[in-house]
């Protein structure tokens, strides 16, 4: 199951086919069963539509859920890349060397943050770009306490705590905000509720109807397929974007060399 919720594109067939044979096994039960009077359809056509709306309530909870998760993750790539150019614009005051080394320091750190965001990346490609980040912040900071022992002024500390301070910062939140996800008991809740609303629809039939038979599981597993799709920080085709940061790399990379 959890492969599956990894897995969005994967998701969508799965659940459609299984949900579909739900619905089919339902049916078959009902045409083999004998003695369901008026009284009994009536109660099994409650339990349908009262499953039915249990089903919609929680698809809607789910998406409420996931949509907020996705737009955090794409909001911290917008504050990471305003971040990263806080700094290069403040390390444009320091004196030389410092300023070119930062700056340069910077150039790959951006590339760093932009090969986390690479939805190819396996676990241990992550915590190696995570490491070689915060190496990278670790030199720049090294650089900026050099300038205070050289040359302290009113600016440097300002420097030191508030742009490179956010990138640690921010690169935590942007980690922690792909570990934020829909918790897996959620998950089998929503499946299992929609495996009986499947079921008690199809043994609400007298007869089978293909478009009947197919509405309810395709619209399960559509919103299902979309809510593992917005959970999903490196699988499915809705991503976060690194467009900023791309934008940001570009600008770094013909940023005008300083003047020595």
């Known amino acids: ?120 990346l396996d676990e241990h490609a992550i915590l190696e770009s995570i490491a070689h980040a915060k190496h990278l912040q670790n030199v720049m900071w090294q650089q ?14 300002f420097f030191l705590e508030q742009a490179l301070g956010a990138l640690s910062d921010l690169s935590e939140q942007r980690r922690a905000a792909e570990e934020k996800r829909i918790p897996g008991a959620i998950w089998l809740v929503l499946v299992l509720i929609s495996v009986l609303a499947c079921f008690t629809f199809g043994y609400s039939m007298k007869r089978r109807f293909l478009l009947t038979m197919l509405v309810l599981p395709l619209t399960v597993a559509i919103v299902l397929s979309l809510v593992s799709e917005l959970d999903s920080p490196r699988a499915g085709f809705i991503r976060s974007g690194q467009q900023s940061m791309k934008r940001l790399q570009l600008d770094l990379k013909t940023e005008a060399p300083p003047n020595r």
């Open 1 to 120: 199951m959890v492969f599956l919720i990894e897995h969005p594109w994967l998701l969508f067939p799965v659940l459609l086919l299984g949900l579909m044979l739900l619905v089919e096994v339902g049916l078959r039960i009902r045409q083999a069963s004998s003695g369901v009077d008026e009284d009994h359809q009536s109660l099994i056509e409650t339990a349908r539509d009262g499953l039915t709306v249990l089903v919609s309530f929680l698809l809607g909870f789910s998406l409420v859920m996931a949509q907020p998760n996705y737009q955090q993750r794409k909001q911290l790539v917008i504050e990471e890349a305003n971040a990263i150019s806080t700094v290069d614009q403040r390390a444009q005051l320091l004196p030389e060397p410092f300023r070119g080394k930062i700056i340069q320091l910077l150039q790959e750190y951006v590339d760093t943050r932009i090969d986390f965001g690479n939805d190819k």
């Open 144 to 157: 900026s306490v050099m300038v205070v022992l050289q040359s302290a002024n009113v600016f440097t500390p």
